[in-house]
Structure formats: C-alpha cells, structure tokens
C-alpha cells in the first residue's frame, strides 16, 4: 500500500537548478527514513542522499561532488531533493525510496523497502 512518486525532473542546464520532490501515501511517513539514488544508462546505481526520520541527521554519497541538499517536510509526507549547479554527469534517473528501520547513513539501495518509479534528470551543457 505504500506509494512513493517522485516529480520535478526534467531538462535543466549545468549551473541551474532543480528540485526534486517525493510524495508517500499509505504508510506513515514520519517513520521512515528515506533516501535519493539515480542511475545512468550503462551505470550502477549509486545513492544520492538519505535523511533520518526527522530530518537531524544526512548523508550524501561520494559521488555528489555539487551542493545537492536533501530534506523533508514530515507536515506534507515529502522528501526533497535540491540540486544546484548540477552537471551533465548527474544525467539520471532519480529515484526515491523508503525503510522503516534504524537510519543508516549509508544503507545500500538493496536495503531499502519501497519505491518510487523515478524521474529523470537530463542536464545540458
């Protein structure tokens, strides 16, 4: 029953900015922790950004190397994504997703209970 959909994706030119947004339904948002990853074609996937419960604690992988900023507003069952000054090697699909259990910062995708289908992130040069 529990849905994630992801939404704010689209094209966007190195240096711009974008913000992407992820609604849950039909679980209880506050307890999840919930996490950003993407995956280029011919790519792994990789972890963007996870976020604790309530928003104290954050982790960003190795491969952000721009100010990307992950938060979540537990009011609107959201998670967020900023990215700013992005390039064309964020070029992906960016996907959220959800756990129910202790936070880990770097918790790998395969842990992760739910999903979203994604929305893609083109950035121009």
């Known amino acids: 029953q529990v849905q994630l959909v992801e939404s704010g994706g689209g094209l966007v030119q190195a240096g711009g900015s974008l913000r992407l947004s992820c609604a849950v339904s039909?679980?209880?948002?506050?307890?999840?922790?919930m996490g950003w990853f993407r995956q280029a074609p011919g790519k792994e996937r990789e972890v963007v950004a996870t976020i604790s419960r309530r928003g104290g604690i954050t982790y960003y992988g190795d491969s952000v190397k721009g100010p990307f900023t992950i938060s979540r507003d537990n009011a609107k069952n959201t998670v967020y994504l900023k990215m700013n000054s992005p390039t064309p090697e964020d070029t992906a699909v960016y996907s959220c997703?959800?756990?129910?259990?202790?936070?880990?910062?770097?918790?790998?995708?395969?842990?992760?209970?739910?999903w979203g289908q994604g929305t893609q992130v083109t950035v121009s040069s």
């Open positions: 997703a959800a756990h129910s259990q202790f936070y880990s910062p770097s918790r790998p995708a395969g842990r992760y209970a739910y």
């Open positions: 039909g679980g209880t948002f506050s307890s999840y922790a």
